[in-house]
């Protein structure tokens, strides 16, 4: 992702939260706290299922249209802007780790994130590099995406991942935290400095899934 000439560190804004006046979108910056214990046998429990999620127009469109947010059992649409790697910190800095606050219904959780576009709504930069993501409830590594590309990459990847969700999980949890890997190409030389995108948190649904249970001990930390 390309410098931020940006105040703060960290920008995470709920696109739907914010109020609609004459076609301009007022952001509200969040800034969530976590605080969630739940036992090792408990967490060993939560299966992740990948399932066919929405298309990048969709999650734009869901910002301003309630009818999709409906349509598509959207929860919140967030855009994030997030800088403050290092390269001492190589390329899965744990400082750029995301708190993400979902909606858990049934001790289940759904959500799917689009690399950072030119015609989204994160104002001012965009992926240049390969990116996945590690998905992790606590402290534990519960899944990780397959890479993610950029625009104008040869060969390109895909820029965005599956509906992910997360079943069996403890009752207390109301947060994932999510972590980026980078790895060397475009214009990424060995480390991850910033990163950004659109998450979009479903109201979870159990149907037409498939179901891949993944170990959190599965060695991708």
């Given at each position: 992702m390309q410098s931020l000439?940006?105040?703060?560190?960290?920008?995470?804004?709920?696109?739907?939260?914010?109020?609609?006046t004459a076609g301009i979108l007022l952001l509200v910056m969040i800034t969530p706290v976590v605080s969630q214990l739940a036992d090792a046998a408990a967490l060993q429990a939560i299966t992740v299922s990948i399932s066919p999620g929405i298309t990048q127009a969709d999650a734009n469109a869901a910002v301003v249209?309630?009818?999709?947010?409906?349509?598509?059992?959207?929860?919140n649409v967030i855009?994030?802007?997030?800088?403050?790697?290092?390269?001492?910190?190589g390329e899965r800095?744990?400082?750029?780790?995301l708190d993400l606050r979902v909606d858990t219904v049934n001790n289940q959780t759904s959500f799917q994130y689009f690399s950072d576009v030119k015609n989204d709504w994160t104002p001012g930069a965009y992926d240049?590099?390969?990116?996945?993501?590690?998905?992790?409830?606590?402290?534990?590594?519960?899944?990780?995406?397959?890479?993610l590309g950029y625009e104008g990459r040869n060969p390109p990847?895909?820029?965005?991942?599956?509906?992910?969700?997360?079943?069996?999980?403890?009752?207390?949890?109301?947060y994932l935290t999510l972590q980026p890997e980078a790895r060397i190409g475009g214009c990424n030389t060995g480390d991850l400095i910033s990163w950004?995108?659109?998450?979009?948190?479903?109201?979870?649904?159990t149907s037409n899934s498939t179901q891949v249970t993944v170990p959190t001990d599965s060695g991708a930390q």
């Open positions: 000439s940006m105040a703060t560190r960290r920008t995470l804004y709920s696109l739907l939260f914010g109020s609609i249209n309630q009818g999709i947010r409906d349509q598509d059992r959207i929860y855009g994030l802007i997030d800088s403050g790697g290092s390269a001492s910190q800095p744990s400082s750029l780790k240049c590099g390969d990116v996945r993501i590690h998905v992790y409830v606590g402290s534990t590594h519960i899944y990780q995406t397959g890479w990847l895909p820029l965005q991942t599956s509906k992910i969700t997360l079943s069996h999980l403890p009752s207390n949890v109301h950004g995108g659109t998450l979009v948190v479903f109201k979870p649904i």
